[in-house]
């Protein structure tokens, strides 16, 4: 889990023995807003960042960087949650024994939502992962499926991989994943 910004600065402040009435004075803002912003209540501006950086010798950008990090750990967090929260509803899981969001793979999630879901939500799958790695997921592992899902893998591959003669590259990866199978046997 991501560290919020309350967090570190409770750590700062315990590190240089300041009290919240004593760091929002020498920050110049109410204690209030200070306890706001260690409740993580607030966001800390750019000015306040410059400060509170200068106070404790911080490199330039850290307080801003764990601002952001946390804020996108959420809304990865929250995307990650409506996806595996509408695939529960669209009975994705129905042959698995139990899956829950935390033992959820990547990969599952991914395949299912390419299965699954409308293209709205296969869009999400690019902010909660690398491009490289979900094509990655969608070439080993349902690509190679053949006829299976054959005109969904042709429009996959038109739509977000702006691959070119699909039908061709999909047989392709069809024959290199039966050959590599053969050669493990």
Known sequence: MKERLG???????VRDHYNQSALARELGISRQMLSNIVLDQKEVSLPLSLKIESLFSLP???ILRIQNDYKIHQYKEQLRKDLFEKLMQA???????EVTLKTLPDEL?????FVHLDMADIDKLFELFPKKFVQKVWRENMAVQG?????LNVMIALYFFHI????????????????KLTRTL
């Open 109 to 113: 999630l991914i395949e299912k939502v």
């Open 164 to 179: 070119r003669k699909p039908e061709a590259y999909l047989r392709r990866q069809e024959m290199l994943h039966l050959k």
């Open 7 to 13: 967090q570190y600065i409770n750590k700062l402040m």
């Open 147 to 151: 006829e299976y899902l054959f005109d």
């Open 91 to 97: 009975h994705a899981f129905w042959s698995y024994s």
């Open 60 to 62: 330039e950008g850290t």
